[in-house]
């Protein structure tokens, strides 16, 4: 479904970002957060969902049965939970947002959605049985409502950048203490790359808690060769294939997810075949997603090729515009729609060297996305030569005229709930 029936959609609502609602409801439902599987738990800004995907599907290749929890969705909420490796069925997200709802009103809390939708994904976690769970944050760490985890088998995190600067903070360093909260005391943790005083601060914190640290380019790495790339570390050095997600940090991500596993495998056995059949066959909408013009014919022409990507930070920018830069020829169009409060000046600064031309949208999955004319406007500050187009639809239609049956490439990117609204135009 779109949508659970309950709780109040997301945009209703500011983010309530502390752990005293989720803790007396999880109690009120029996505490169903201490009744899982074994748990991987993932923060940072960019590559979290990702590096799930490519747990899940190592983990699947060597005969394991997955949860996942992820967020947001990009056509369907019962994305988010993924039960043994099927997505939740529409009965069961039904009864279990239910159960939650019961429960709320009973000990008297209005959870917020992410609250609300996150008892109820461990209500579903602790009753359909499998092998590892891999959990997502949804924003932060230290006071994310999965947080509550107490002793996860490791964690994880992900690089980290600026990004909900309104509740992390707004310098890299305190960002980093908030997405150090889900550290726990002798809990191995993997730390991928980071800038310098983002490792210091989570090495800091691995230290006060006597968690064992494992980093990328001090612990373990990389060394990208033809057809992919070598990881290197103390106790495994082999080559794996090219993971099926395109770009160079993919290559780090699952670098990171291969230290990951092998600190845990004493209790999995998987093998190198498993990791490089895993990472071949990892499937994860919206990062420099290739569309197949087949899907699209009725918007553009075959000439086209489209790429999607959810970037919505200037992390995100950055490793996408590189990869457009390195790999596609021109001419290149942009098709930009972002949610309110991010910067776009400084993402759209990424792509001024070799974007032909850009088109401003708004996005239509999400209420507090700026105007098509604001993001437009916006943008022409970047030296691109910017316009404005009432809809996704009309952006692409305008290109098609434009390139007049020669090959292009056009980008879609600026946000996840962009990336929801033309996935769902195909």
């Not at 976690?125 to 949804?138: H, N, Y």
């Amino acid at each position: 479904m779109r949508m659970p029936h309950w709780p109040m959609h997301p945009w209703q609502h500011r983010i309530k970002y502390d752990l005293e609602n989720i803790t007396k409801l999880l109690e009120f439902l029996g505490n169903p957060h201490l009744k899982l599987p074994p748990v991987i738990h993932i923060t940072g800004t960019n590559g979290k969902g990702s590096s799930t995907a490519m747990l899940r599907s190592i983990f699947e290749a060597a005969n394991y049965k997955v949860h996942t929890y992820t967020s947001p969705h990009l056509i369907e909420f019962n994305e988010r939970i993924v039960l043994a490796g099927e997505k939740i069925s529409d009965p069961y997200l039904f009864e279990i947002c239910e159960r939650t709802r019961l429960a709320s009103i009973n000990c008297s809390i209005e959870p917020t959605f992410f609250e609300a939708t996150t008892a109820a994904a461990f209500l579903a976690f602790s009753e359909v049985k499998a092998d590892i769970l891999v959990l997502e944050t949804g924003i932060g760490g230290r006071l994310d409502a999965t947080n509550v985890i107490t002793k996860p088998l490791i964690t994880l995190i992900a690089p980290i950048s600026l990004d909900h600067t309104d509740y992390l903070g707004t310098t890299l360093p305190e960002i980093a203490i908030e997405k150090a909260g889900i550290i726990k005391p002798n809990v191995p943790c993997v730390i991928s790359y980071q800038i310098e005083e983002v490792y210091k601060t989570l090495i800091q914190k691995c230290n006060e808690l006597e968690a064992p640290a494992f980093c990328y380019e001090y612990d373990f790495g990389i060394n990208k060769v033809e057809n992919g790339f070598i990881y290197l570390s103390k106790t495994l050095n082999h080559t794996f294939p090219t993971p099926s997600l395109l770009g160079d940090h993919q290559l780090i991500n699952a670098a990171s997810v291969i230290a990951t596993i092998s600190l845990i495998n004493k209790e999995f056995g998987i093998t190198n075949r498993d990791i490089a059949h895993g990472l071949q066959n990892t499937q994860w909408s919206a990062r420099i997603q290739k569309i197949d013009s087949r899907k699209c014919s009725h918007l553009v022409d075959k000439h086209i090729q489209i790429w999607l990507d959810g970037a919505h930070n200037v992390g995100g920018a950055q490793v996408f515009s590189n990869w457009a830069r390195d790999n596609l020829e021109q001419p290149i169009y942009l098709i930009l729609g972002m949610t309110k409060n991010r910067n776009i000046e400084e993402f759209c600064s990424n792509f001024s060297e070799f974007v032909i031309k850009g088109y401003g949208v708004k996005v239509l999955s999400e209420a507090s996305s700026y105007s098509a004319k604001i993001v437009s406007e916006r943008a022409k500050s970047c030296n691109i030569d910017f316009i404005k187009a009432d809809s996704l639809e009309e952006a692409l239609k305008e290109i098609n005229n434009v390139t007049k049956g020669k090959a292009a490439n056009i980008l879609i990117t600026g946000s996840l709930f962009l990336a929801s609204d033309f996935l769902k135009l195909i």
